[in-house]
């Protein structure tokens, strides 16, 4: 099984036990990280289920040069509203977390390392493309 496999299959149990995560992730998003949440305040709850979907294509993806694009040109889209970079740390840490909530007992190893793995990749991305000028 491959990491990107783990994480949607833990993607899908958490779907199946709990629906929705969103409010989830935002919740957790929102205590790990306060100045969000205010920067956030005029973006309704449909645009925050869109933002995670996004999130979540990014994880599930191995679309390396597609992502990397993407990425840059949303961190420095985002940029201009405030964000820093810790922010992106917290929010994917608290998509993983929601799920391994939503999962209790069968959040596996292989959960953890997949993860563990992809969100240190992603973040890799994003101060890549934060240290590239915006074209």
């Keep these: 099984m491959t990491d990107t496999d783990a994480i949607i ?3 899908v149990q958490a779907g199946e ?3 929705d995560i969103t409010p989830a992730v935002y919740a957790s998003y929102f205590a790990a990280c306060p ?24 994880l599930m993806g191995e679309e390396a040069a597609t ?12 940029a201009s509203y405030g964000v820093k970079q810790h922010m992106y740390t917290n929010l994917l840490l608290a998509v993983r977390d929601a799920v391994r909530g939503v ?4 959040w596996h190893p292989r959960h953890e390392s997949a993860w563990q793995a992809r969100v240190e ?8 493309a934060l240290a590239t000028p915006a074209s």
């Design 121 to 128: 990749e992603l973040l890799a991305e994003i101060d890549t």
């Design 103 to 106: 999962l209790g007992d069968d």
């Design 9 to 11: 299959e833990s993607l």
């Design 67 to 78: 992502d990397a694009s993407y990425l840059h040109f949303e961190t420095h889209n985002h």
């Design 35 to 58: 100045e969000s949440r205010e920067l956030m305040s005029h973006v309704d709850q449909y645009m925050q289920g869109r933002m995670l979907a996004e999130v979540l294509r990014l």
């Design 17 to 19: 036990v709990a629906g």
